[in-house]
């Protein structure tokens, strides 16, 4: 089956996939500010989240910074979809309006573990590129995917407590 693409330059494409990760960034900055505050204040969860939530947000601002490095204008409203998009999100069928649903905590622990995944193959993406193109520097992007493994793991382990503490009644 023969697909056919639009004809755009390559920079037009590194400007639409950049703004697409800086929407992804948008949505992750306000889901990892939800669950910090969400989460039960004192507790060992709660600290690792707000320093977690900190460091997505730096990241946004990194890839801010490395938009206007490589001139690549901010497209509004896909932040202000992602936005928009992360608050519906919160409006999930779960029977419950005003309530969390104790799933909410795992299922939003997933998403943002997919989003940290996503992020650091936009890292990695721009780290190829990074090969060729002055204005992008190898070092900070090797610590974005250094920081984005670390992240995805931190993420990993608050998943699998979450999952363990809610579904091990429900184990046969």
Known sequence: MAMRTARRTGPDLLGVYLNDH??????????????????EPKSAA?????????????????L???????????????VFAAWAGEKAA???LNRRL???????????????????????????????????????DTSTLD??????????AVLEDLRTDIAEQLLADNAV
């Open 143 to 152: 610590e974005l995917i250094a920081r984005a493994a670390r992240q995805s």
């Open 90 to 92: 919160r409006l999930k």
């Open 46 to 62: 709660a600290g690792t989240l707000k320093k977690l939530s900190a460091e997505i947000a730096a990241d946004r601002g990194s």
């Open 22 to 39: 800086l929407a992804g960034a948008t949505a992750g900055v306000e889901l990892s500010r939800r669950m910090t505050a969400s989460a």
């Open 98 to 136: 005003l309530t969390r649903s104790p799933l909410s905590s795992l299922e939003e622990a997933e998403i943002l573990r997919l989003g940290v995944e996503g992020k650091a193959a936009g890292w990695r993406t721009l780290r190829v590129l990074a090969e060729r193109d002055t204005r992008l």
């Open 64 to 78: 801010i910074k490395i938009m206007t490095a490589l001139d690549i204008p901010r497209r509004n409203y896909k």
